[in-house]
């Protein structure tokens, strides 16, 4: 079921690309250019998966650390030899091959992961072991931030949700749900309170780490009197501070208020977790103190960390500037060749916006472009269903295994698929921000086709031989 769903996604992919590089101009020499190439890449791809199969199964665990030390080395020197591809020094040219190592990388962390996590001392209830695996992943991920290659780099965090699968803490993902949500608020209302000064986006952010910890202190400490108290004064003050700033000429920041109330609040749970020993308070304060100290550094992450495209991708995606002509120009187009393909779509090599190239990068990242225009809405919904049931039958392959390496290693593969669904379609449609990453075994490229049939492969052989890997 798994290959024959493989097969499937191939095929759509290759017939996508055929459509996407067919030309209107019959005189065109380059006709189905790419999709030759592509039909080579498959053949190597199908080679390898071959290979995969006939090797014996413990190599994938014995090599893992060397591939993944190997994989290290290449990465870091990528930047040195690869050229500037649009921005990125993420592929290293042979001649007229072109190969990007960050692709390749996503596999074999995996491989180097399931290994770490699956030996016999490892405890993800420990903070060493936590950080070890943590460290393990996020360090392929450094790297090609320094290639400038930020889409691929994003993919290596989705390994947090193996861990969380195998006994991580829920706390830790939380944690970085919370910094996406309040960096997203600080950002996107960043427009000053009235005439006075302090933003609105600031002060949302305050006053939910508020209600936060009141919440938490009432939920740990129902029947403290003193608490109510302290909760009424505390609530006066804050009214007070606002009526003061709000019916006086002097201009007080709306950002120090509510910063100067969460550390009140945050000072009482300490001091109550001194007499009581209650690690809720304690965690909740740190939080508290976490937060509040990234929200104050939202601006200077978006303007002194992030490049100038970065900065005005998430701009756009974020509704805070229109730029129909530059950076948006990619969704827009890619928005309106979905949307013309209506209900049944316009039918085969019949798509207009794709045929006179109106969509950039239309045959690798907005590929799903093409399959929306010229087979609508009941075509896409059929790709996505595909994509769906392919990544459950893994699932369904992750939770059969026997094995803690297998397992852990179908996880991954499952979270990197999964991730690269997400984010080509999403912000194919526009649902997420443009970060230039491929739509698994449709999206054209060999680099990328390799990696994801290796990474494939490798699952089977290890599925195909777990009953013989338990005697």
Known sequence: MTLFLYFVLLGIGLLSIYSADYSLN????????????????????????????????????????????????????????????KGSYSWIEFGGFRIQPAEFSKF????????????????????????????????????????????????????????????????????????????????????????????????????????????????QEKKNKTLNVFLILSFCAFVCAFAINFWTPWSVNYEYIAFGCVLLFSLFALIRFVFTRNKNLLLVTAFLLLM???????????????????????????????DPTGTGYNVNQSKIAIGSGDFWGKGFLKGTQTKLDYVPEQVTDFIFCNIGEEFGFVGSVITLLI????????????????????????????????????????????????????????????????AFSIMLFILLKLDAVRKEQLH
């Open 26 to 85: 019959e005189n065109d020499s380059s006709l189905f250019s790419r999709f030759h190439s592509q039909l080579v890449w498959l053949s190597l791809a199908l080679v390898m998966g071959v290979i995969i199969l006939s090797i014996n199964e413990k190599y994938f665990n014995f090599f893992a650390y060397f591939l993944y030390g190997a994989s290290i080395f290449l990465l870091i020197a990528t930047i040195a030899l690869a050229s500037n591809t």
């Open 108 to 219: 074999i962390t995996a491989l180097a992961l399931a290994k770490l996590m699956s030996s016999f001392e490892f405890d993800i209830s420990k903070t060493k072991d936590l950080i070890k695996a943590a460290a393990l992943f996020l360090l392929p991920a450094v790297i090609i931030i320094l290639q400038k290659e930020t889409g691929s780099a994003l993919v290596f965090f989705v390994f947090f949700f193996v861990l969380y699968r195998e006994g991580m803490s829920g706390l830790i993902l939380l944690l970085g749900v919370s910094f996406i949500l309040f960096f997203i608020v600080v950002l996107r209302f960043s427009y000053p309170i009235g005439d006075g000064v302090g933003s609105w986006g600031m002060l949302l952010s305050l006053l939910a780490l508020l209600i936060l910890d009141v919440v938490v202190l009432f939920s």
């Open 292 to 322: 509040s100290g990234f929200c104050f550094s939202v601006n200077y992450i978006f303007t002194d960390v992030l490049e100038p495209h970065q900065q005005m991708r998430i701009k756009v995606f974020l509704g805070m500037e229109d």
């Open 387 to 450: 994509y769906m049931f392919f990544l459950f039958r893994i699932i369904h392959l992750a939770e059969r295994q026997f094995l803690p390496f297998n397992r852990i290693y179908a996880y991954c593969v499952v979270c990197v698929f999964y991730f690269h669904f997400l984010i080509n379609v999403g912000m194919v449609i526009g649902l997420m921000p443009v970060i230039g990453i491929p739509l698994p075994f449709v999206s054209y490229g060999g680099s990328s086709l390799w």
